[in-house]
């Protein structure tokens, strides 16, 4: 895989349980021109930390992005992280990696947003 940051590989240094959860999703980069242009993707698995997607564009590390699950998958991601923000049938995360594959799509590893830093948002 190309690598689009400096981040060691994340793989290797997890600790964290994940949960295998590959279901289809709906994403908005949260910002002013990109807010109404809705883009898919999938997820690959969750942890207490995030949720590990694939996505056909790129989106820039630091980002905050809006997700919509499906059920099952957003109640899993609420039920791990308590703390997280759910707004309108979604869940909102921050994009810390992005990895190119092969394929022309892009690995992304969302951070959860917690209700705390929503407020800073």
């Avoid at 992005?65 to 309108?88: P, R, Y």
Wanted: aromatic residues 6%; glycine residues 6%; contains cysteine.
């Amino acid at each position: 895989m190309n690598k689009l940051n400096n981040r060691t590989e994340h793989s290797d240094r997890r600790a964290v349980i994940r949960i295998s959860c590959q279901t289809p999703l709906a994403y908005k980069i949260c910002k002013e021109e990109t807010i109404s242009k809705i883009m898919q993707g999938y997820t690959h698995d969750i942890s207490r930390d995030g949720v590990r997607c694939t996505f056909n564009e790129k989106v820039p590390i630091g980002c905050t992005l809006w997700l919509q699950l499906d059920t099952d998958a957003l109640a899993m991601c609420e039920e791990i992280e308590k703390n997280s923000v759910i707004l309108q049938h979604g869940i909102l995360g921050k994009a810390i990696w992005v990895d190119k594959g092969k394929d022309n799509t892009y690995e992304v590893g969302l951070r959860f947003i917690t209700r705390q830093e929503k407020t800073q948002l």
